[in-house]
C-alpha cells in the first residue's frame, strides 16, 4: 500500500500528483479515471468500470467518462464544458474523434450527513470501547 508520508516534502506539503503516479503504478488507483481499485493489482491497471466501458458491447454506467456508440473513444465527462451533463436526465452530446450525436443519460443521487453522537457530560466512560454514549 502506497504510504502518503513517503511524498511529503522537508515543509510537509504533499506532492498529490506523485503520490497519484504511485498509486497507479501499484495498481491501487485506476490509470484511467483514478478510482480505487481493491485489492490492488500491483501493476498499472484499469478498474471494474474503465474495463467495462473499453470491452463491454452494450449499454454501460460509468461515474465520469463517456463512450462513443460508434467508434468506441471514451472520454471524461469533464472534457464537456458546458457543465449540462451534470443534470438529471437524457443529454446530447457529441464524440471529440468521429462527430458523432448520441443521447447519454444522467442518474445523481444524493448522501446526507449527520453530526457525531453526542456524548453524556460528566460520565467518566463515554468514550467507553465502543464508542460515544447517546444522550437519552
Not at 465527462?77 to 451534470?86: I, S
Not at 436526465?89 to 445523481?108: I, K, L, Q, W, Y
Not at 443521487?109 to 449527520?114: A, D, G, K, M, T
Request: proline share 5%; hydrophobic share 30%.
Amino acid at each position: 500500500m502506497t504510504n502518503i508520508a513517503e511524498f511529503r516534502n522537508a515543509s510537509g506539503q504533499i506532492d498529490w500528483e506523485a503520490l497519484h503516479r504511485a498509486e497507479i503504478e501499484a495498481g491501487e488507483c485506476c490509470n484511467l479515471c483514478r478510482g480505487v481499485i481493491f485489492p490492488p493489482r500491483g501493476r498499472s491497471s484499469l478498474c471494474n468500470l474503465c474495463r467495462l466501458i473499453r470491452e463491454e458491447e452494450g449499454k454501460v454506467d460509468h461515474r465520469n467518462r463517456l463512450r462513443c456508440p460508434k467508434c468506441r473513444h471514451d472520454w471524461a465527462v469533464e472534457a464537456e464544458d458546458n457543465g449540462e451533463l451534470y443534470s438529471e436526465g437524457s443529454h446530447e452530446v457529441c464524440c471529440p474523434v468521429c462527430d458523432h450525436e448520441f443521447e447519454v443519460v444522467t442518474a445523481v443521487s444524493y448522501s446526507w450527513e449527520s453530526p457525531g453522537l453526542v456524548v453524556r457530560e460528566g460520565d467518566d466512560n463515554a468514550q467507553g470501547q465502543h464508542g460515544p454514549k447517546p444522550v437519552g
